[in-house]
């Protein structure tokens, strides 16, 4: 989920200090939370499941990306080639 700026930008001293109940509001509202350092971004702090949602949307787009290359460079192949080609890694 995207992070409402004006709701979760905090300085990492404010994080450290309220930890627990800052670590439960990203718990429940899903949303990132955003820390500053000096008054600059440093790093963000985001849901386990929200991360690895992430990381498997992530990886399904590499794929599609690689895809689109793949035919790009026209290493393509037919519908029917690809299936007797599993079946045959499938039943040896």
Avoid at 67 to 91: C, I, P, T, W, Y
């Amino acid at each position: 989920m995207k992070a409402k700026l004006t709701e979760d930008i905090i300085p990492v001293t404010d994080f450290r200090t309220n930890a627990a109940e800052l670590l439960e509001k990203i718990k429940k509202t899903r949303r990132p939370l955003i820390l500053t350092q000096r008054g600059r971004s440093a790093a963000v702090v985001e849901d386990m499941k929200e991360y690895e949602d992430r990381l498997e949307r992530l990886e399904l787009l590499e794929a599609i990306v690689r895809g689109l290359q793949a035919a790009e460079r026209g290493e393509v192949v037919s519908h029917k080639d690809a299936m007797r080609r599993l079946d045959s890694l499938l039943n040896g």
